[in-house]
């Protein structure tokens, strides 16, 4: 769970770009998008005829539709704070970390870490994008599948961040430095890991909405591998504890429960129409099975 980037030092002519601001799981997706380039010397809005062209406006102001669900989840995160006590969610004190967990992390950096580097460095910039490849989807395809991914990544930003001041527990590396990281460590506690929370109640997210479809057995093995996967990456990484992951999991399962529990008709409404999503793309007989 990180801030985003920093950004390029750009070129010797240049000052470079400020990078972005990103969220607290992934690194300034909100709002990103293509470019388009336009004439200097003839604008597109200088032909003739053009500027007066005038389209009708919607009634009710900006179009419904063209709203991304990037920011419509940010609504949902709005009534997790109004519906969920934070101090009610289950995330418990940490032991103080043992030798056997600081062995098995100088392990994976020595096992695992050169293999798992491309998707550490990927991963610590945003992992929805995993989450749709899994899927096989996009934000124009599930729309509102997409919405509760970005919604989860909020939700649990916040609720992690909430125990990591709790109970504001140094990384790994900063008890051995020699561990070494191969990203730059975030500037907030490691307990409970933000990416295993983020993840893991992205992959509940998806369970809840296929749950009534053919696919929907499949589809929540396979996300909560990716997410365990997601958690796994960052203690190969050196960022977190196995202990770190195993929290962070648990909160977000306590996040689910909670939610399923709480007076929260947006989530209802919300897990209603991504559900739609999916009983439209499996239709009946479409049954998955592995490979």
Not at 25 to 50: E, T
Not at 119 to 130: K, N
Not at 159 to 187: I, T
Request: proline letters at 7%; one cysteine or more; glycine letters at 10%.
């Amino acid at each position: 769970m990180n801030s985003g980037s920093s950004g390029s030092s750009g070129s010797s002519g240049s000052s470079g770009s400020s990078g972005s601001s990103g969220s607290s799981g992934s690194a300034g997706h909100l709002g990103a998008g293509w470019l388009l380039a336009d004439r200097v010397d003839l604008p597109f809005v200088s032909i003739p005829g053009l500027a007066d062209l005038k389209l009708p406006l919607a009634r009710d102001g900006f179009p419904k539709g063209q709203w991304s669900p990037a920011w419509t989840a940010s609504l949902l995160l709005g009534e997790f704070c109004r519906s969920v006590n934070l101090e009610a969610l289950i995330c418990p004190r940490p032991e103080p970390p043992t030798e056997p967990e600081f062995a098995q992390l100088v392990r994976a950096a020595e096992d695992e870490r050169a293999d798992a580097l491309g998707e550490i460095l990927t991963q610590g910039q945003e992992f929805i994008t995993p989450f749709l490849a899994l899927l096989g989807i996009t934000a124009g395809s599930h729309k509102k599948t997409v919405r509760l991914l970005y919604a989860a990544e909020m939700i649990g930003a916040l609720a992690a961040m909430h125990f990591k001041d709790k109970f504001n527990r140094p990384r790994p590396s900063q008890y051995r430095p020699a561990l070494l990281p191969p990203v730059p460590v975030p500037g907030h506690a490691a307990y409970p890991s933000g990416h295993a929370t983020q993840a893991h109640l992205m992959a509940l997210f998806i369970e809840r909405a296929t749950a009534a479809t053919t696919a929907g057995k499949a589809l929540a093995q396979a996300s909560d591998a990716l997410a365990r996967r997601i958690a796994r990456n960052r203690e190969i990484a050196g960022l977190h504890f196995a202990s770190d992951s195993q929290a962070g999991e648990k909160l977000a399962a306590s996040i689910h429960d909670e939610l399923r529990t709480a007076e929260a008709p947006l989530f209802t409404q919300a897990f209603t129409e991504a559900a739609a999503e999916w009983a439209q793309h499996y239709g009946a007989g479409h049954a998955t099975t592995k490979a």
